[in-house]
């Protein structure tokens, strides 16, 4: 079992920035794959980065040159930086890693964006 736990979210303007943390319970050592996620209201959870380990970190089109995924492996941390966040960034964002066979999610932070 991984325990994930997200802070970081809040409430900004349009233009603004946020920095969204995510700290495992795991070593990332372990971890295959780790990324993070958002669901807006009414939508489907969507893909936001994907950072597979020893790979090429993958963007969504609609936070390509806003947002970057970097992380800690001393405190087992990841990190979602989100710069000039718009109204239709607004939801509930969730960090994912996978370990093994297994994948685990966060709680999930809100982040609202008002125009």
């Known amino acids: 079992q991984v325990q994930l736990v997200e802070s970081g979210g809040g409430l900004v303007q349009a233009g603004g920035s946020l920095r969204l943390s995510c700290a495992a319970s795991?070593?990332?050592?372990?971890?295959?794959?780790m990324g993070w996620y958002r669901q807006g209201p009414g939508k489907e959870r969507e893909l936001v980065a994907r950072?597979?380990?020893?790979?090429?970190?993958i963007y969504a089109e609609y936070v390509k040159g806003r947002f970057t995924i970097s992380t800690d492996d001393a405190k087992n941390t990841m990190y979602l930086q989100m710069k000039n966040l718009k109204p239709e960034d607004t939801a509930v964002y969730y960090c994912?890693?996978?370990?093994?066979?297994?994948?685990?999610w966060g709680q999930g932070t809100q982040v609202t964006v008002s125009s």
């Open positions: 795991a070593t990332f050592l372990s971890i295959n794959v």
């Open positions: 950072m597979p380990s020893g790979g090429r970190t």
């Open positions: 994912n890693v996978i370990v093994g066979m297994g994948g685990y």
